[in-house]
């Protein structure tokens, strides 16, 4: 039966230090070994890949110094040695539109809720719970993709909005609608084209369709891609199912934290019969010229293997990344397992397996989240998962040689049942990895921020300030506004589900508008109250629209938040600057326009 029953309640949080220890409580090393049944099977089918690595190390080269010759005589070279089976060239045009009526933004009082980012129905989660994905870009802004329900006239909706300012207000970007085609589960990229050229961020918005019904039945795997601003839009089909069949958990990939314009990405899926009862498959796809072709492979680990998440693994070099998907795979009725399953970024069917919980009869490792630190060679990665209702998280960092299982992520002390659990990390910095996990047993969503791996951070209980999804996962993301901040920010739908909201710790809490006269001078206020802590407000003037920046930065001249980064209209404005993250000082927040320019200092005492 498709829709298994998840009883889950969104939870929220208070400030609550954890001691360290606490995570290592029932922390083992794993065995890395499979289990008997396992062993049976053997390994996976091992193959070659189509062509020489070093061709996509010459690629890679050609696209980053702008060489269009070169570019195409390598892609023509590589085109040519990959099976007629394994070419997937998108066929676009199928039906999809971008969307033309485009939402309000709402922004409530920072204080006193989260962030609205969307007002109308989710669609249900249960059993495809990732209906809302959420990324931090290149170009400092935070996006966040979600999957509307199904309304008259429109079967299929995905919205994708914006925050430049920290979170504090969204604003709509773009999405694809479909009148006849329903859409399953939704996985995010944000990526760069060209960071030297102006507005160059692209999102690629990948989806299962189906055009059965909203059950995901013969489900396809499609996208939609367009700028930050939501022009250029394209949306395609890459590939469709065997009769019978559904392409389900929809989770993207790209090697965008490394290049500038040779950006490539791609997209891993199951192929599963249309009850989503059995898994048949992996389907794996990548693209190298942004979607407009891609090589597909297929591989299959012979279990029931659902909802992966997938990552790349950078390696030491781009010809050695590859892609790991953790999997929560179903040996029997009483037993779950999670295992990394990797195989290389260059589409092949070659893949081995890390066997990294061993739980046995009647233990349950359920709905993975996994996230590996992009820095190349990648040091380290882990997944958060519950087990028979408790949530845990689950490290490496030697790359993959070797895991621990059971680190408490949650504990059991803060509620039972736990059905979701969600992480990120950070490329850079000492404290790279955030994790969230929610509670069946009541409302509370909860944070780990501020951590490493051993040590993931003070937990922040009960955050939510509305009742939240029992079917929608939420999702978190490390937000730096510059390279030594790492901070927590997630999204989660509402109890029906219905709305999207938004939070994060540090926030800059609101640019709000004062009145609808236009000023007729530029100038920025001195923040009241000064000294303050650890919230004060910051009054500007507009007297006509453009570019604006307001920047905080320390005595030593470092950025240590980025309030306002986008286009304004004429106006007055007040900004509330919240600096609990920050240590007692001076600082000086800096006011950008084409035309003007202005500083100020001020205090924080604590």
């Known amino acids: 039966m498709k829709h298994f029953k998840l009883l889950a309640v969104l939870t929220a949080f208070m400030f609550t230090g954890v001691l360290s220890a606490q995570d290592n409580i029932g922390s083992t090393p794993s065995t890395n070994t499979p289990t008997a049944i396992e062993q049976q099977r053997g390994q996976y089918h091992e193959s070659d890949a189509f062509y020489p690595a070093s061709l996509e190390d010459q690629l890679k080269a050609a696209q980053e110094s702008g060489n269009s010759f070169e570019t195409n005589r390598i892609m023509q070279e590589m085109n040519s040695k990959i099976p007629a089976q394994n070419k997937f060239p998108s066929q676009f045009n199928n039906g999809d539109s971008p969307v033309t009526d485009v939402p309000a933004p709402f922004n409530p009082d920072w204080y006193t809720s989260d962030v609205t980012v969307h007002s109308g129905d989710i669609k249900f989660g249960d059993p495809y719970f990732r209906q809302i994905d959420m990324k931090m870009g290149e170009d400092g802004n935070m996006y966040i993709a979600l999957n509307r329900a199904p309304v008259s006239g429109t079967n299929g909706r995905i919205d994708v909005y914006r925050s430049s300012n920290g979170g504090a207000s969204w604003v709509f970007c773009q999405g694809v609608q479909s009148a006849t085609a329903y859409f399953g589960t939704v996985s995010l990229l944000v990526e760069s084209r060209n960071n030297s050229v102006g507005d160059s961020t692209r999102l690629f918005v990948f989806y299962t369709r189906s055009t059965v019904g909203s059950n995901n039945n013969d489900a396809a795997i499609n996208f939609a891609s367009f700028t930050r601003t939501g022009g250029g839009f394209y949306s395609a089909s890459i590939a469709t199912p065997p009769a019978g069949q559904e392409y389900s958990f929809a989770s993207a990939v790209s090697d965008g934290a490394f290049y500038t314009s040779a950006t490539w990405v791609g997209v891993m899926c199951t192929e599963s019969d249309n009850a989503l009862t059995t898994t048949n498959a992996f389907r794996y796809y990548r693209s190298v010229d942004w979607g407009a072709n891609w090589t597909g492979v297929t591989f299959s680990s012979g279990f029931n293997d659902f909802y992966p998440s997938a990552e790349l693994r950078p390696g030491s070099s781009s010809s050695n990344d590859s892609v790991w998907i953790a999997v929560e795979r179903r040996l029997s009725a009483t037993q779950y397992e999670i295992r ?179 000023p007729e001078n530029f100038s920025l206020s001195q923040n009241y109250p000064n000294p303050f802590n650890p919230v004060t407000n910051i009054k500007f003037n507009l007297p006509e629209s453009g570019y604006v920046k307001l920047v905080v930065f320390d005595v030593m001249g470092r950025e240590v938040a980025t309030m306002l980064n986008e286009n304004m209209n004429a106006g007055s404005y007040t900004a509330d600057f919240d600096a609990s993250q920050l240590s007692s000082g001076i600082y000086f927040y800096k006011l950008i326009t084409a035309d003007f320019t202005d500083t100020k200092k001020m205090m924080l005492v604590k």
């Open 340 to 518: 990394i399953v990797r195989t290389p970024w260059t589409p092949t069917a070659s893949s081995n397996t890390y066997f990294v919980t061993s739980g046995g009869a009647n233990v349950k490792y359920e709905k993975p989240a996994l996230t590996v630190k992009q820095n190349r060679s990648t040091d380290s990665a882990m997944f958060t998962v519950t087990k028979n209702g408790i949530s845990y998280y689950c490290p490496t960092v030697n790359g993959g040689g070797s895991w621990d299982t059971d680190f408490s992520l949650g504990g059991a002390s803060n509620g039972n049942n736990k059905a979701f659990t969600w992480c990120s990390s950070n490329p850079s910095g000492s404290e790279p990895f955030n994790g969230i996990w929610i509670s069946s047993d009541g409302d509370s969503l909860n944070l780990r921020i501020g951590g490493r791996i051993g040590n993931l951070g003070t937990t922040v209980y009960k955050r939510n300030s509305n009742s939240a999804s029992t079917s929608v996962s939420p999702t978190c993301i490390v937000y730096s506004p510059v390279s030594t901040t790492s901070l927590c920010a997630f999204s989660y739908a509402g109890l029906g589900p219905v709305n999207v909201y938004a939070n994060q710790e540090a926030l800059i809490t609101g640019i709000n508008q004062n009145g609808t006269s236009i």
